[in-house]
């Protein structure tokens, strides 16, 4: 299985366990992260969801060769339906990183209540270096969230950044000594959670998050919109070769 769910009493946790491709995700993950969010939403005994990887990796994003052979048609996709399904989760949701955590893997994070990193996590949105665009909504929630500035600098150029800045930048809650302990801490945290009043503690997230409600929602439509073009572009398909024929890509023929 490489998405493993597990009950911790109220806490549900989530791990992406692809350790050979640094937690690449599939379709088929995408598929049974949705699942697992929205069992945790219907399901009243869950309080909190945990999400983490392996101590020395989140997540390297979307799988690069699904988005050669089978790259997202529309919302109804199995990416669209996670970001729907994450972007709209009721419950709290707390997350681990450590080591890469790229793409999705850090535009999800934008969606969790909590994140707690590794002072290894190598954070980076390198849609620009892809030819791709942002998704998940990080278009709209970077900005609002560490300003123009600094969302202009991480998603037009496209370069790693260490968890001292994300902190900085207000990407992430606290930054930990290594991978066991960002897992270790967000499961206190997620316990602290599961004592809380559950109404209470729903409102509170929806009224934190009912400003962004709408103009989220149209701003995914938009981004995926404009992804599902990009992604079969001439520019895309040289950048996506170029990953795989371990190469810097040559973008220099596109006018
Ligand atoms: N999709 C598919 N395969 C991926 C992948 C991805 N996003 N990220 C890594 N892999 C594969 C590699 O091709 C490699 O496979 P191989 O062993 O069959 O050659 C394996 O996972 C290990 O990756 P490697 O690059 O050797 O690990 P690393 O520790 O040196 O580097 C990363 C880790 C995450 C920095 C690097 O793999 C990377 O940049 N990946 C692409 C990230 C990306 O662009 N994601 C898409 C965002 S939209």
Redesign the pocket.
């Known amino acids: 299985m490489q998405i493993l769910t597990n009950r911790e009493g109220p806490v549900l946790r989530l791990q992406i366990n692809r350790p050979?491709?640094?937690n690449?995700l599939t379709l088929e993950m995408y598929a049974q992260m949705t699942s697992a969010l929205q069992e945790a939403d219907r399901d009243p005994a869950v309080r909190v969801v945990l999400i983490h990887g392996q101590p020395d990796t989140f997540s390297?994003?979307?799988?690069?060769?699904d988005f050669v052979q089978a790259p997202p048609a529309g919302d109804d996709s199995p990416v669209g339906r996670f970001i729907t399904a994450i972007s709209r989760a009721r419950k709290p949701l707390v997350a681990a990183v450590a080591g890469?955590a790229?793409?999705?893997g850090t535009t999800m994070l934008l969606h969790c209540d909590f994140v707690f990193a590794a002072e290894d996590t190598?954070f980076?949105l390198?849609?620009v270096?892809?030819a791709?665009l942002p998704e998940a909504g990080s278009s709209l929630l970077l900005p609002m969230q560490i300003g123009y500035l600094r969302a202009a600098e991480l998603l037009m150029l496209g370069a790693p950044f260490s968890a001292a800045k994300a902190l900085q930048y207000g990407l992430v809650t606290e930054v930990c000594p290594d991978g066991p302990a960002a897992v270790r801490v967000a499961q206190a945290t997620a316990a602290q959670l599961a004592a809380k009043p559950p109404a209470a503690l729903h409102l509170i997230k929806q009224l934190l998050k009912r400003p962004q409600a709408e103009p989220l929602a149209a701003q995914i439509g938009d981004e995926t919109r404009h992804f599902v073009e990009q992604v079969r572009s001439p520019e895309a398909a040289e950048a996506l070769h170029a990953?795989?024929e371990k190469r810097a890509p040559d973008f220099a023929q596109f006018a």
């Open positions: 050979e491709k640094r690449a390297s994003g979307n799988d690069l060769q890469p790229v793409g999705i190598r980076q390198p849609f270096n892809l791709l990953f795989f």
